[in-house]
Every structure is written in C-alpha cells, then in structure tokens.
C-alpha cells in the first residue's frame, strides 16, 4: 500500500419496512398527491449504508439511505447519536438520500409513516455507522471521474445535465475493497408513480452490481438530480437495466484511478434561507415564529397529520405538511422576514477531491457552477445531504413556466438558491 494510509470501514444493514409497519401508516414519497400511495408490499429491500474514513485526526461518517427523503428532526437525531456514540464532532456526520421515489415518506409530505418505522430506520442507521466504525482498517483510497453520455435528461427543457460521475474507492492492505462510493445526478424515478411496491429503485441494482463485482460494500449518493431524470422509465426490469448500466460504468472506470493523499478535512457554514414560498402564504416573521411554536406540538401529537389528511385532496393538505417540515428547523426573523437555518458541508482529501454536501435538490445550472468551484481533479455534489428541503432553483430561472412549474411548489422560494449559491462561495473560498 503506497503512501500513508487512511482508516475505513463500512456495513449496510436493512431498513426495509418490517410486517407490522407494512400494517401501520406508510404512504410512499416523491410524486404530487397527498395519501395517494399507500405501501403495497416489498420488492427489493431498502438499506442504510455507512461508510467511514479517517486519516488518523480527522474522521467523517457518510450514512447513505435509500429514502425519497428525511425530515430534519430524524436527522437530527441520527446525527447526535452516531456523534455522541463514536466521539466525534455532529458536523462530521454526514446524512444522504438516495431519492428513491418508491421509498417510504420520512418527510410526511404525502402522508408519512408510523412512529415505529420511523425509529426502526433511525436505529438501523445508527447501527450502520457503528458496524462501519468497528470495521474500520487501514485502507488506500483512490478516485476516478468519468462522463455518462445520454443516461439522463433535463426535464425542464435545458439541453443538457450533469453527467459527472465520480467513483471513490477504498481498498485493505490485502487490496480488497471495503467500499465503493459513487456519486452521480439522477432522479430515483424509473418505476414511476404507477408502482406501490416498496423499492431503492435503479441505486438499488447499481450498488448491487458494484458489490457482486468488486466486493465490499457500495454507497450511492445522489448529486444534483434537481432537474435530471433517467432516460428510461417503465417498471423493475428497466430499473434493474439502468443501475447495472451505470455500475458497468462505474467499474470501467475503477480501472484508471488516482490514489488519494492526506489530509481529510471537513468544513461546513450556515445557510440561511427565507420562507418565501407564495404556495404557503405565511405571515410576517413573528408572527411566524410565535405559530410555529404552536405548530411543534401540534406535529408532536400527530394533530398537523390529521389536519393535513382533512385536505387529502387540495392545496392545503402541503401547506400544513410544509409547515410541519419548517417547525423542525432554527427559524429566525432579519430585517422582518422569516428564515430557515440549515447548513452546508465541505469535504477534502489530499488535493485530489473535493465534495460540497448540500440540504435539498440543486438543479443542474446551480450544480454544475457549484462544482465548478470545487478545487481538486475529481469533485462530488452531495445532494440531499443534511436535510431534504426542496429544489434549489435559479433565481433567473424561478417561475419560468418550466415543467409547469412543479419544482416551484417544492421550493423555499426564489431567493433559496441565490442564499444557498453565496453561502458555498463563502465556504469554498475558505478553503
């Protein structure tokens, strides 16, 4: 093993829905329509999947699952306890999606699940990045980027998306993989709307491929799908196609890769973002935080579910779930507005990658002038990392009519993306 090593380790441990979760509340997430899919059965299991690096003085956990999303009070509390647990500092825990929209809904926008599957996938990956923990072991890391041509396509009528994939690698002593990391843009939709049964979708039949071939265990995380669909739709067999396509992919290009050197580093800052949304029509900013103090306990009791189920059928059924998303969150008043705080992360070894982590799901414009400020060879975009709220849409581009304008619905505002682009200029040029 050339150079110094690094330390890593990595487990995968199910969170597939159990019998009596399929028996309780659990509607499936990421289509337009409140109670509109409830669960029907299981046909391939969902995973929390932890890797950990470490190079001797800093160390960084990355829990991928394969959900459409999470709601910040579940990752808080993943967060805090694998922080707590394993003795390193809370920003340092790095918590993705894959954006499977045959996943169950942890965020409650369509309906949500039961308090016991919801702690059932909290304990799994807290499990997770503990089996990673104990498995850690000296590794050599090693990168490789490679353009996928025609596997996607911009569903809001640009000409094209991000087609970087980036693949990290990190092999023993004894050169066998202990994990696989690819990070690509694509939206987790090939089953489409019509499915019911429980899914990861094409990331499912990627990371699949990716151990079966290599070994060890593979990680998929989500770039900046916001306007990136597969090119493919249909149902499992065209999901199956499509992940091993991209694994083959990924394989090849595993084949020419460059060993990465120390440090680790880990980096993060604050985003603050304005409740701008017309689609919530909320009041002024303390009026604001004095309601979403009383909308906490209402959440808590379930009674905001109930409130939202009354309107299963029309606009309001989102108004109250949105509500209920943003009462999760620090949420302050500048100059009367109302804010959202979040935040955004930076992670570098060597000079050879460099990822920027971000709270929700950037369009490609945004991405791509993003990773274009990242400084190293190779670059990751971690997209619903931290957080899952909403698309990041470019101020020039918001309510343009694109795609009818449904990222729009599913967005904090048109200032959310200019917030979120300064806030990782400041954080980039920090080094």
Request: proline content about 6%.
């Amino acid at each position: 093993m050339a150079g110094t090593p690094f330390l890593a380790g990595a487990a995968a441990l199910p969170i597939t829905p159990l019998p009596e979760h399929l028996e309780e509340r659990l509607y499936l997430g990421g289509y337009d329509g409140y109670l509109g899919r409830p669960a029907g059965g299981v046909h391939d299991d969902l995973f929390a999947r932890a890797l950990l690096l470490g190079d001797g003085e800093t160390s960084v956990a990355l829990i991928a699952l394969d959900l459409v999303g999470m709601s910040n009070r579940h990752i808080a509390r993943i967060r805090a306890s694998v922080s707590r647990r394993l003795e390193m500092p809370e920003p340092a825990v790095l918590v993705a999606c894959t954006h499977t929209h045959a996943g169950p809904d942890l965020q409650g926008l369509w309906g949500g699940v039961s308090p016991g599957y919801a702690a059932h996938v909290r304990r799994q990956a807290v499990r997770a990045a503990l089996q990673a923990a104990a498995d850690r072991r000296e590794a050599a890391l090693r990168v490789a980027t490679v353009k996928v041509k025609g596997r996607t396509v911009n569903r809001r009528g640009w000409p094209h998306t991000d087609n970087v994939m980036t693949v990290l690698q990190a092999r023993d002593s004894h050169n066998d993989a202990i994990a696989t990391l690819v990070n690509f843009a694509a939206h987790a939709t090939v089953t489409q709307e019509a499915n019911v049964d429980i899914s990861r979708d094409f990331p499912g039949a990627l990371v699949d491929s990716l151990e079966s071939a290599a070994g060890g265990v593979a990680l998929f995380v989500n770039a900046d799908e916001g306007d990136s669909n597969p090119n493919v739709s249909g149902g499992f067999a065209e999901m199956q196609a499509y992940g091993e396509d991209l694994a083959e992919t990924a394989a090849r290009a595993l084949k020419k890769t460059a060993e990465l050197e120390r440090p680790l580093s880990l980096s993060g800052r604050y985003l603050d973002l304005p409740l701008a949304n017309p689609r919530l029509r909320l009041p002024p900013g303390l009026v604001l935080q004095g309601l979403l103090t009383g909308v906490r306990g209402l959440a808590a009791l379930g009674a905001l579910r109930l409130l939202a189920g009354r309107y299963a059928r029309q606009d309001r059924a989102f108004v109250y779930a949105g509500l209920g998303l943003i009462a999760e969150h620090p949420v302050f008043v500048r100059r009367g507005k109302p804010y959202l705080r979040t935040r955004l992360s930076r992670v570098r070894i060597g000079e050879g990658l460099d990822a920027l982590a971000a709270p929700g799901e950037v369009l490609t414009r945004l991405g791509e002038e993003l990773r274009g400020r990242l400084d190293a060879p190779a670059t990751m975009f971690f997209g619903l990392t931290n957080d899952t709220l909403g698309y990041f849409i470019p101020e020039d581009e918001y309510g343009s009519g694109r795609n009818n304008g449904y990222e729009e619905t599913v967005s904090l505002g048109p200032q959310a993306a200019p917030n979120l682009e300064r806030a990782a200029v400041g954080l980039l040029g920090a080094g």
